[in-house]
């Protein structure tokens, strides 16, 4: 079984997570946000994976909750051997599209192009989007394209969430008896 777990602290905020990439979408999440827990959910059901995740509320509880979240996906892949590494997927949600693609290269990297117009989604700071998704990046050590366009804010992140979750799946799949690098290591 590919499982990982582990805590997040960020500025003196505190998550964990675990989860499991041959899981069936299992999810328990408490964030301190409902909008990030429907995020959260929407993202281990498009990966196809066991997501537990906790955060204490506090100002940079996203940033920790991304790391912990991170930093376990880092952990159930291991050595990274056999896995396809690469990942793409483009989700419509309505007006909104988001084109996400993935590489679980062990370098860290987030490049992200759209505009949210408003500041909450719901009970959701809609700027704590980037840093979450940043922290994702370095705790899972993965570059991480994001594009997205649309209307409604809420659509916007959802179509990033549940193609996030199906380029991890694609990305995470064995398919190989090697580490995928010509260096032989990630």
């Known amino acids: ?32 946000y409902g909008f990030l827990d429907h995020m959260l959910t929407a ?16 100002l940079y509880s996203t ?10 996906l880092n952990d159930s892949l291991g050595e ?3 896995i396809r590494r690469y990942g793409s997927s483009s989700v419509p949600m309505d007006e909104a599209l988001a084109d996400v693609a993935l590489d679980f290269s062990g370098r860290s ?16 700071e809609a700027q704590l989007l980037r840093p979450f998704l940043e922290a994702l990046c370095v705790g ?8 997205f366009y649309g209307e409604n804010d809420h659509h916007k992140i959802e179509s990033i969430f549940k193609a996030l979750g ?11 008896t090697e580490v995928p690098s010509t260096k032989g290591v990630i």
């Open 109 to 124: 990297y987030l490049v992200m192009t759209g505009e949210l117009e408003s500041d909450r989604v719901g009970d959701f």
């Open 140 to 147: 899972a050590r993965l570059t991480l394209h994001v594009r």
């Open 1 to 32: 079984m590919r499982k990982g777990e582990a805590q997040g602290l960020y500025k003196g905020c505190r998550a964990k997570a675990s989860l499991d990439l041959d899981g069936t979408s299992k999810t328990t999440v408490a964030t301190g």
């Open 63 to 72: 940033n920790a909750l991304g790391q912990a979240i991170g930093v376990a």
């Open 166 to 176: 199906f380029a991890i799946r694609e990305a995470a799949i064995k398919e190989g």
């Open 43 to 58: 993202l281990a059901r498009t990966a196809q994976m066991d997501l537990s995740a906790q955060a204490e509320t506090g």
């Open 80 to 82: 990274r051997i056999g």
